[in-house]
């Protein structure tokens, strides 16, 4: 009787040490037709070739979800997720939002990362260019207290 040979396997996801795919890959297995490496390059080719397709495609997803596109573009921003929802009015000088978009914006603590609330664009704007934090803003009151 022949003894049967376990087929080895990486802790890594991304490696597979089974029989390679007709190209050669020993990255894991995607499917029968072949490897991760291979399923990308399929897709490649597919994308390319129907351009018009996947756009359309691509667009018309983004306009059925634009929650989930809102997320998505946060996430790739760094930016963190909101503990509140977006209010109509900014909570820093209570005007409707202006500027870019016409939306408030998602403000941040740059050191820590953490969701600080929702600025119109001005307020955003104007507590980023006096250095994001209290000190900067001190100064800035500082001066208009000297000045008058």
């Given amino acids: 009787?022949?003894?049967?040979?376990p087929i080895l396997t990486s802790m890594s996801t991304d490696t597979y040490f089974g029989r390679p795919c007709k190209e050669g890959h020993?990255?894991?297995?995607?499917?029968?037709?072949?490897?991760?490496?291979?399923?990308?390059?399929?897709s490649a080719q597919y994308a390319k070739k129907n351009s018009k397709i996947v756009t359309a495609r691509a667009i018309a997803w983004a306009k059925a979800?634009?929650?989930?596109v809102t997320e998505i573009?946060?996430?790739?921003?760094?930016?963190?997720?909101?503990?509140?929802?977006?209010?109509k009015f900014c909570e820093n000088c209570g005007n409707l939002p202006g500027g870019r978009g016409g939306k408030m914006h998602l403000d941040r603590d740059k050191v820590t990362g953490k969701f600080r609330g929702w600025l119109c664009f001005n307020c955003n704007t104007s507590i980023g260019?006096?250095?994001d934090n209290i000190a900067g803003l001190l100064r800035a009151l500082g001066y208009l207290l000297n000045a008058s």
């Fill in 1 to 5: 009787m022949g003894r049967s040979i």
């Fill in 26 to 42: 020993t990255l894991r297995r995607a499917d029968n037709h072949g490897c991760i490496e291979c399923a990308r390059v399929r």
């Fill in 65 to 68: 979800n634009p929650q989930r």
């Fill in 73 to 87: 573009s946060r996430k790739h921003r760094g930016l963190p997720p909101p503990t509140r929802p977006e209010p």
């Fill in 129 to 131: 260019k006096l250095g």
